[in-house]
């Protein structure tokens, strides 16, 4: 089975920054898309971000030059940097991954982790 792991959640005030990491195992996906989505209190989970097979991003407009997808495929991790945090910020952020390589803004992705939880005070 994939299993993808996220860590680097945390409590942040305003302003500040985190770094979310997901750590993919033996799930080899340099070829696939990936996509970092979040689920805010009361509101339906939604994509942030998402880098083709290719290694080209997309964002969500609320997040545009602020967070920053990348793929460190030497360690098979995907990494989201968060700046400039936000209240609205505050959800869950869970990784998700693709058999395909091309990205959907839909939520049709084959692997999802477990999630960590992102504090914006």
């Known amino acids: 089975d994939v299993q993808l792991v996220e860590s680097g959640g945390g409590s942040v005030q305003a302003g500040g920054s985190l770094t979310l990491s997901c750590a993919a195992g033996?799930?080899?996906?340099?070829?696939?898309?990936m996509g970092w989505f979040r689920q805010r209190p009361g509101k339906e989970r939604e994509r942030v971000a998402s880098?083709?097979?290719?290694?080209?991003?997309m964002y969500a407009d609320s997040v545009k030059g602020r967070f920053t997808i990348s793929k460190d495929n030497a360690k098979n991790t995907l990494l989201l940097e968060l700046n400039s945090l936000k209240p609205e910020g505050t959800g869950m952020y869970y990784c998700a991954g693709r058999i395909e390589s091309v990205c959907t803004l839909s939520l049709q992705y084959a692997y999802w982790g477990q999630g960590t939880q992102v504090t914006v005070s």
């Open positions: 033996r799930y080899t996906y340099k070829r696939n898309c």
């Open positions: 880098v083709t097979g290719d290694g080209s991003s």
